[in-house]
């Protein structure tokens, strides 16, 4: 939270960070962020309410850090006072993109123009990767299932929803939740391919 820094008119008002040049030959600490500003996996299972969920699946080894950090973004961005919008430098967990560039999304006479390069390579592994994510079932539930139902039951045990998740496809939603979901947890490119 920025520390109050009181104005002419007596009402505080957040400092902010500016950034300069470094001179060279500058050692030591150049800016300090308090760990509690943080979003870590660690924060995410200390959370009232995620940690009741997601601390069975991560032990059971079902989510990762990332997995588990994109579910907790997810539950507080749709979250009507999430306590992490103030928090974050951003000022506002709405202030994300709710779309991502992303050769995964390209249209097929576009994804050949990169034919012969690392980032094609990349791509078709990183397809072939979520078909077999999406496709598989996990305990009688679709991988999207599951992601939907425990999105909504997180929010709704948050009793703050502003509304519920929707994982369908062609939903005619702006920010339609299922290829947010999906370019997220598609943002790495497999070891070896490097980055563009």
């Known amino acids: 939270m920025p520390l109050p820094n009181p104005n002419k008119s007596g009402h505080a008002k957040p400092r902010r960070i500016r950034a300069r040049p470094i001179p060279p030959m500058v050692t030591g600490i150049l800016l300090a962020v308090p760990l509690d500003m943080a979003i870590t996996p660690m924060r995410v299972l200390q959370d009232p309410i995620l940690s009741l969920e997601c601390s069975a699946m ?70 072939k990767k979520l078909h077999s994510l999406y496709d598989g079932r996990v305990k009688n539930l679709t991988y999207r299932d599951k992601v939907k139902n425990l999105v909504n039951k997180l929010l709704v045990l948050s009793g703050e929803i502003e509304r519920m998740v ?31």
């Open 58 to 127: 991560f032990e059971e080894g079902e989510v990762d850090d990332r997995f588990s950090m994109i579910l907790f973004l997810t539950n507080e961005r749709l979250r009507k006072n999430s306590s992490w919008k103030p928090k974050l430098c951003l000022g506002n967990l709405d202030m994300l993109p709710t779309t991502f560039g992303n050769p995964l999304w390209f249209a097929d006479d576009e994804l050949l123009e990169l034919k012969g390069t690392t980032v094609y390579c990349a791509t078709e592994l990183q397809k």
């Open 166 to 196: 929707d994982l369908e496809e062609g939903s005619g939603t702006e920010d339609n939740d299922a290829e947010l979901l999906q370019k997220a947890l598609s943002s790495d490119i497999p070891e070896g391919h490097g980055r563009y």
